[in-house]
């Protein structure tokens, strides 16, 4: 049985959702995050990284959702929401599977520039930053006009890995995506998926704390 | 046949060093950074992220190493530096896989704050980020204490996305590795590949620019 140890409010809901596409069990272990905005103590000490998520199976503790998710699909999911490398698409996907962790550096970078400002010293990376981002999200945008899910036609864990980012981080300072009418769509769709809603309930931005 | 366009000085040489292993025929493009040290307008036109590095493969155009390098393992390489799902080394090789991208974004932010000093309102992203990177710096020395590769006993894809970090970020202000002595074995190790060789006289940082 894979525990999830989730870091109220953060990524690591996706893993949740993750459990209940694929209908698997799993235990759900809740932090709360310090006053100081923080992981707690307790949740670094999990993994050497301190991130969320981080789940356990047996010995093994694992950070990094990106690894995570593929890690559960096709050990436990008979490789459900995933393309094989003959499948046309495979490249969309290990592209696509990707865009959470582009978009994260690009959020995380743009969070320091904007705690001091554009100065002479962090002007080019403030351009590199801007220009990566703004590329991504109107490839994004224009993928998804074109195409129902990321990877192309079939929901995947290019879904599982994105949502978040374009959900969630607007309201941390985030890129919103008001002016990205195929992505809003998208996140319309796959926000009515019935394992999505479950999760975000159990797990999601505005989920309660379960009762000790 | 693949094009690699290579953007000099880059983490593109990567993609080199792959094909180089795999014995694959591939073309290079070649691109000077500009006065700025950035990538020139005509690299930043092949793909919407304008990041190095990108490749074509026929009408494909595909940027982001770590969805490029499975892509070309799997779909002409047979598989060759991968680990399958039934391997009981997958959680490790998926995991390390990532430490470039985790490494990379705990770089930039290290970057952006370091050209304006920790202040009041970056204090928290500084902290998290120091203790992400020394967290998986550290791990990253101990696990080759333990195995020759990242993955376990084999040379993976890992190997091929982790060493630009170690070997080339530290000239730029990245974290230098002069306190991980498993890291410093693995790199004298890893760097005495043929494959790697030749890719490094043909692309790495100090390779010269082809006649044209």
């Given at each position: 049985?894979?525990?999830?140890?989730?870091?109220?409010q953060?990524?690591?809901?996706?893993?949740?959702?993750?459990?209940?596409?694929?209908g698997l069990?799993?235990?759900?272990?809740w932090?709360?995050?310090?006053?100081?905005?923080?992981?707690?103590p307790?949740?670094?000490?999990?993994?050497?990284m301190?991130?969320?998520?981080?789940?356990?199976?047996?010995?093994?503790?694992m950070?990094?959702?990106?690894?995570?998710?593929?890690?559960?699909?096709?050990r436990?999911?008979?490789?459900?929401?995933t393309?094989?490398?003959?499948h046309p698409?495979?490249?969309?996907?290990?592209?696509?599977?990707?865009?959470?962790?582009?978009a994260?550096?690009?959020?995380?970078?743009?969070?320091?520039?904007?705690?001091?400002?554009?100065?002479?010293?962090n002007?080019?990376?403030?351009?590199t930053?801007?220009?990566?981002?703004?590329?991504?999200?109107?490839?994004?945008?224009a993928?998804?006009?074109?195409?129902?899910?990321?990877?192309?036609?079939?929901?995947?864990?290019?879904?599982?890995?994105?949502?978040?980012n374009?959900?969630?981080?607007?309201?941390?300072?985030?890129?919103?995506?008001?002016?990205?009418?195929?992505a809003?769509?998208?996140?319309?769709r796959?926000?009515?998926?019935?394992a999505?809603?479950?999760?975000?309930?159990?797990?999601?931005?505005?989920?309660?704390?379960p009762?000790?």
């Amino acid at each position: 049985m894979i525990t999830i140890y989730h870091l109220a409010q953060s990524q690591s809901d996706r893993v949740v959702w993750l459990m209940e596409e694929l209908g698997l069990p799993y235990e759900l272990e809740w932090f709360e995050r310090g006053e100081d905005m923080l992981a707690p103590p307790e949740y670094c000490a999990l993994h050497p990284m301190g991130t969320a998520p981080t789940i356990r199976d047996g010995d093994l503790v694992m950070a990094e959702s990106t690894a995570i998710v593929q890690y559960i699909a096709h050990r436990y999911g008979d490789g459900r929401f995933t393309l094989a490398p003959d499948h046309p698409n495979y490249p969309d996907y290990l592209y696509w599977l990707m865009f959470n962790n582009n978009a994260q550096t690009s959020f995380l970078v743009n969070l320091a520039i904007q705690a001091t400002g554009i100065t002479a010293a962090n002007e080019n990376l403030a351009k590199t930053t801007q220009r990566r981002q703004e590329g991504l999200y109107k490839q994004l945008d224009a993928r998804l006009g074109e195409n129902p899910y990321l990877a192309g036609d079939e929901f995947t864990l290019c879904e599982i890995m994105a949502m978040t980012n374009l959900t969630a981080l607007p309201a941390f300072g985030g890129r919103t995506i008001d002016d990205l009418p195929n992505a809003q769509r998208y996140i319309e769709r796959v926000s009515q998926r019935p394992a999505y809603r479950k999760a975000m309930g159990i797990a999601g931005p505005t989920a309660p704390r379960p009762a000790p």
